[in-house]
């Protein structure tokens, strides 16, 4: 059984950091990646990182604040978020494919996890 787990998400002042965790069960995977829906708007891409754990692509938003890192002994991602600001407020999901590049897109992904809550307040 293939199931990817998210934790880290809370409550934080801007300008406070944060980081979230990601362990997969069952399978290891090529790509991971993050991504985020913000209350009454769609889920976007935040950040990937391929199979080498050296290749990575941001999103314009969080370019220069986040990091994505991967750790392959504990089979799971990582993401940093530092200096954050109220419009990172959102549910952050963790996704991972088979494929081992980059994935900006939703659809290359093949498992999820259920989200966990990254709250900013000013």
């Known amino acids: 059984q293939v199931r990817l787990t998210e934790s880290g998400g809370r409550s934080v002042q801007a300008g406070d950091s944060l980081r979230l965790s990601c362990v997969a069960s069952?399978?290891?995977?090529?790509?991971w990646g993050w991504f985020r829906q913000a209350p009454g708007k769609e889920r976007e891409f935040v950040a990937t990182v391929s199979w080498s754990g050296s290749v990575k692509e941001y999103a314009d938003s969080v370019k220069g604040r986040f990091i994505i890192g991967r750790d392959y002994a504990a089979n799971s991602q990582y993401l940093q978020m530092n200096s954050l600001k109220s419009e990172d407020t959102a549910v952050y999901y963790c996704?991972?494919?088979?494929?081992?590049?980059?994935?900006?897109?939703?659809?290359?992904?093949?498992?999820w996890g259920q989200g966990t809550q990254v709250t900013v307040a000013s």
């Open positions: 069952g399978r290891t995977f090529g790509t």
């Open positions: 996704a991972a494919s088979r494929q081992t590049g980059i994935g900006v897109q939703a659809e290359v992904y093949d498992y």
